[in-house]
């Protein structure tokens, strides 16, 4: 069962062909990061390694839960990122909640 | 997570903390968003595995270059211009009549982006980091690629210090062709190791 559920996985991702963003917020996400680590913020290997942990860390609640949650690599791209700023001391997940209020506030 | 909160619009989605974040950073003056878009540009449009196939396509016609890109491939892609971010530690592999290789990166996303781009989102797969090692051959065989029992597969783990691309064999059939007319045929995905070039007739078919 599992195998198949794999196979048809991997059957599908490989049509998906040359797309390299799904979402224009993966684009983003990428070209900041690439955009911070040129500019000497934090270097690609600092990012890297977090980046391997948030990957990690999905896949060990897949396992536990014997969920299957595929293409979401840009999601734990994403939290690799902010946690590599906070960790900076550049933007804090509180600075990030302030800003998203206010758009809120804004918006209404 | 409830319902209410799991699509991308939502105030926790990841567009709206992607877009805050821009605005934080550029507030701070650490990001320009114009650099940015030229980043998206050059990843989703420049660099991209038509470069790739150049250093495949040289190596098929010219036996000192390919000398050169086995025993140095940062230097031999250099002599082409070929340089950038992820790219320092590249190593090219030989298919041959009696060995396949295979690129993956089990941890994360590891990939010579200078010679081909970013990389699909297949290769970032779950299913595809997990069963390339300990299934080389059936993922292969899902991808349409049956290699013989005869034939060795290695199977390389990217890393942050290691990046691979596969050089594939060159097709029969493809004698009368120029440089520039061999690296037409040449694939993304025949350079990571799930596909073969294929001759130029077939090529030709495949790509209508």
């Known amino acids: 069962m599992k195998d198949r ?3 048809s996985l991997l059957a599908g991702t490989a049509l998906e062909g040359d797309e390299i963003f799904s979402a224009p917020w993966e684009a983003r996400a990428f070209a900041m990061a690439l955009g911070l680590s040129e500019a000497g913020v934090f270097s690609w290997d600092e990012f890297r390694a977090r ?10 609640v897949r396992e536990r839960d014997g969920t299957s949650s595929h293409g979401n690599y840009y999601q734990h791209f994403l939290r690799a990122l902010e946690r590599t700023v906070a960790d900076k001391g550049i933007v804090g997940a509180a600075e990030v909640a302030h800003k998203l209020g206010v758009r809120e506030g804004a918006d209404r | 997570m409830s319902a209410d909160h799991e699509h991308d619009t ?11 974040l821009e605005e934080l950073l550029a507030e ?12 998206i540009e ?9 470069v790739g196939a150049r250093v495949v396509a040289k190596a098929w016609c010219d036996p000192a270059f390919r000398r050169r890109l086995f025993a140095d491939a940062v230097s031999a892609c250099a002599e082409m211009g070929i340089s950038g971010p992820e790219g320092g530690h590249l190593v090219a592999v030989e298919n041959t009549a009696r060995v396949h290789n295979l690129v993956v990166c089990t941890l994360c996303s590891c990939y010579p982006w200078p010679v081909l781009g970013l990389p699909p989102a297949w290769y970032k797969s779950f299913a595809y980091r997990s069963r390339a ?40 059939g493809a004698e009368a062709l120029s ?8 694939t993304r995905d025949s350079m990571i190791g799930v596909a073969r070039v294929a001759p130029p007739a077939q090529a030709r078919r495949e790509s209508r």
């Open chain 2, 28 to 39: 701070k003056g650490l990001v320009d968003p114009a650099r940015l878009d030229q980043l």
């Open chain 2, 42 to 50: 050059t990843y989703q449009h420049a660099v991209g595995p038509r």
């Open chain 1, 51 to 60: 980046l391997i942990e948030e990957i990690g860390a999905s896949e060990r």
């Open chain 2, 179 to 186: 440089e520039a007319q061999l690296a037409e045929l040449v």
């Open chain 2, 133 to 172: 090692v300990s299934d080389p051959r059936g993922v292969m065989r899902e991808f349409g690629l049956l290699i013989p029992d005869e034939v060795e597969v290695r199977v390389w783990d990217s890393s942050a210090e290691q990046r691979y691309i596969v050089i594939p064999e060159r097709p029969e």
């Open chain 1, 5 to 7: 559920r794999i196979e």
């Open chain 2, 10 to 20: 939502s105030l926790s989605g990841p567009a709206a903390r992607v877009k805050a």
